[in-house]
């Protein structure tokens, strides 16, 4: 069998998972009307039902449903009477396949008349020739059936789900609006805690030093004529903690927005950022990699490269802190008026952003300019994180 025809059987054998489980889905609704009718439980229902049409579609939609409750209502409705439909269709065309495959050899042990064993094709059979060749073709033609209709009928059916839990414009511009008002409202609490961590550095670190600096240099200049060996002890102190100062005030500027980034650009950042990773980093810039290029299309805003930047440094982070990886492979690239950022590593995967592995950071970042972060962490790996940031056309 080739890779099409086999691709072809696993779609089937899928479809019949699917539109089974939605038949029975449906019985238990039916069971359920009560339960359902309250519009958490119905909510809660309908996103089970709508994760089962992501995975058959193999779509990347959120599993969350956010729709109204008549929405809701409407859904299950149409939900129960396809999937009675096209259920009781897989049953008659499997079911018939399976029934004749197995009681067509035993239509001798059977009654003679039972739809069963005593008849193929409502033909009543008197030999094993006709049971045979009767038999076969029926079974044959069943499974056809079943070869055929199971997956587009199962698309039809996941599709029609995903279609009515889907949000409306006004629903998505209204779900937009509260997205980005939660994520400006972090930005900014973000924003104030990062003001006073740098006030804190500053305070405690490059401001001691300076002081120190001032108070020996004073020494010196009191003492220059009467002890000149001391003098010369203190300039060397001196100089020492200005070194220190000029270090750490750096450390600070870097956190804030990469000095690189405005010698470099994006490009030539994200390659020294690739030797410096503890990890063997592949980069795959595209049209990145030539700067004459990116400015054709016009050159991404300062904060949307000092988020591409942080997000992919935090990525490498993480792979080499938390995910035991030993390569990973950095895509950025022009996708229209959009930055694509994709950041893939082979380690163990399991990445959770609730146990603080920074990808909240990450996803509070993107999120407050309005651009999407996507973690694809499955037990055993790979991990891949992929952004897309808003930056103009």
Not at 130 to 145: D, E, K, P, Y
Not at 310 to 336: F, W
Not at 372 to 393: D, E, K, Y
Request: aromatic share 4%; glycine share 8%; hydrophobic share 50%.
């Amino acid at each position: 069998m080739n890779d099409q025809g086999a691709g072809r059987l696993s779609e089937t054998w899928r479809g019949l998972g699917y539109l089974l489980g939605s038949l029975c889905t449906a019985a238990l609704a039916v069971l359920a009307l009560p339960v359902l009718a309250v519009p958490a439980a119905a909510r809660a229902w309908a996103s089970w039902h709508r994760r089962r049409a992501d995975r058959l579609l193999r779509s990347a939609r959120s599993g969350a449903v956010r729709v109204g409750p008549w929405r809701v209502l409407g859904w299950l409705c149409t939900c129960i009477v396809t999937s009675v439909a096209f259920g009781l269709v897989v049953v008659l065309c499997a079911g018939n396949a399976v029934t004749t495959a197995v009681t067509v050899p035993l239509w001798w042990a059977l009654p003679a008349g039972t739809p069963a064993g005593g008849f193929a094709a409502g033909v009543p059979l008197t030999g094993w020739g006709m049971a045979l060749t009767l038999g076969t073709a029926q079974a044959v033609a069943f499974a056809a059936l079943t070869y055929w209709l199971v997956p587009p009928l199962a698309r039809l059916h996941a599709r029609t789900c995903l279609a009515m839990l889907s949000p409306s414009t006004a629903e998505r511009l209204a779900q937009r609006v509260e997205t980005l008002t939660e994520t400006r409202a972090e930005a900014m609490n973000a924003h104030g805690a990062e003001l006073r961590r740098i006030e804190r550095d500053l305070h405690d670190g490059t401001q001691a030093r300076l002081v120190a600096l001032v108070m020996r240099l004073g020494v010196a200049r009191e003492l220059l004529d009467d002890d000149p060996q001391l003098v010369a002890g203190l300039l060397a102190e001196a100089h020492e903690n200005a070194e220190e100062a000029m270090t750490e005030l750096r450390a600070v500027i870097r956190t804030i927005h990469p000095p690189i980034l405005a010698d470099r650009g994006l490009a030539g950042a994200l390659t020294a950022l690739a030797a410096r990773s503890a990890i063997d980093t592949t980069l795959d810039l595209e049209d990145l990699e030539d700067l004459e290029d990116l400015d054709a299309h016009g050159t991404a805003p300062a904060a949307v490269e000092a988020v591409a930047y942080h997000t992919i440094a935090e990525a490498l982070t993480n792979a080499a802190k938390h995910s035991r990886a030993t390569r990973s492979t950095v895509r950025v690239a022009r996708d229209g008026d959009r930055l694509a950022i994709e950041v893939t590593d082979d380690g163990i995967g399991g990445a959770d952003e609730t146990l603080g592995t920074g990808i909240a950071g990450i996803r509070h970042r993107v999120l407050a300019l309005d651009g999407t972060v996507r973690l694809h962490s499955p037990a055993g790996g790979p991990t891949t994180i992929t952004v897309s940031l808003p930056c103009g056309s």
